[in-house]
């Protein structure tokens, strides 16, 4: 409506073109390979560069989720996460692609990528940090999840300790025949499915690094092969693992 009243005439969005929607010519011109004389090294940027972009998408969805949680609709976040799970499903089968790289080929272009490494990735320590970080001044997923679950005392066992905590979540495992008991156990099934997934992506990265480099040290003056494997056993919800000792 207009300030007489009456309605406005609708105006039509100007058509899209694809390439400029999307700015493919951009997007094209964004793969510089430092060893030209390398064929396989427009595969690594290639792969690396989509990560970061499913990154950002992981970062959209996660924040997304927070303010759901917080919001009390659980089911809302289920979606969401559920996205993110699947999407990290997705870049898992991408060390599928960079396993058709021979490692004769990877060590033609490595050695000038130093001191650049998959490690100083920002987006995923962002990511790691949304879902659990404990150390982390971001408010997490996990944070916002157990701020909606009441410990026996009236508590949130967002405050309680990781015994009271983990005995909560196990009684949610226990009994949740009410809605909301219900919705927070289906979330907290989603989150230990998004945990197996990172699990699973951390084990696949080692496997691809051992395949290409061995046991050489690692482009960003890490120990390479044995850095990864140190955080392999790492659980972003322990508690959510703690239960299944516990029910």
């Keep these: 409506m207009d300030t007489t009243g009456e309605p406005r005439p609708h105006t ?6 694809y390439a400029t929607y999307l700015r493919i010519p951009e997007l094209l011109d964004l793969q510089d390979c430092r060893t030209p004389a390398s064929h396989d090294e427009l595969l690594f940027i290639i792969v690396h560069q989509q990560f970061e972009l499913w990154f950002k998408l992981i970062i959209h969805e996660l924040l997304e989720a927070i303010r759901l949680i917080s919001s ?34 990877f060590l033609e272009f490595r050695d000038p990528l130093a001191p650049a490494s998959g490690g100083q ?3 995923y320590h962002e990511i790691l940090s949304l879902l659990a970080d404990p150390n982390s001044s971001v408010t997490s997923v996990w944070q916002t999840f157990l701020a909606t679950v009441q410990l026996p005392d009236g508590r949130t066992a967002r405050m309680g300790t990781r015994e009271e905590r983990t005995a909560a979540l196990a009684a949610l495992y226990h009994e949740h025949s009410t809605p909301t008991a219900f919705a927070q156990y289906r979330l907290m099934e989603r989150l230990i499915g998004i945990d197996v997934r990172v699990a699973l992506w951390k084990e696949r990265h080692v496997l691809l690094a051992e395949r290409h480099i061995g046991r050489r040290t690692g482009t960003g003056g890490t120990s390479g092969v044995s850095y990864l494997l140190s955080h392999t056993e790492e659980r972003l919800f322990p508690e959510l693992w703690d239960v299944r000792s516990a029910l």
């Excluded at 039509?12 to 073109?17: C, F, K, M, Y």
């Excluded at 609709?73 to 960079?98: M, N, P, W």
């Design 121 to 123: 990735s920002w987006q």
């Design 12 to 17: 039509p969005h100007a058509p899209s073109e």
């Design 72 to 105: 009390a609709d659980t089911t809302g976040a289920d979606i969401i996460l559920d996205r993110v799970e699947k999407t990290i499903v997705h870049l898992c089968t991408s060390f599928d692609i960079l396993d058709t790289m021979p490692v004769d080929h």
